[in-house]
């Protein structure tokens, strides 16, 4: 995650980490119940995206572009 995210190759995405534990409404907002996981928003916050993700750079590099 912080690879990719600080690679400079998203520079238009906002990336943002959610602790389980910490009862962050975005926890319960999108259901996310295991990691990785992955929500990609809409620039009008629509879900485009929440599914697993590879923890490998090139895997999450891939699917942010398929969104992208």
């Excluded at 995650?1 to 409404?25: C, E, M, W, Y």
């Excluded at 975005?26 to 295991?34: A, F, G, K, P």
Aim: no cysteine; hydrophobic share 30%; glycine share 6%.
């Amino acid at each position: 995650f912080d690879a990719t995210k600080n690679s400079g190759k998203f520079r238009d995405i906002t990336f943002q980490q959610v602790n389980l534990d910490s009862h962050d409404p975005m926890v319960e907002q999108y259901s996310i119940r295991s990691i990785p996981r992955l929500v990609i928003l809409s620039g009008s916050n629509e879900v485009l995206y929440n599914g697993r993700v590879s923890m490998q750079q090139s895997g999450l590099e891939e699917l942010i572009n398929q969104y992208r």
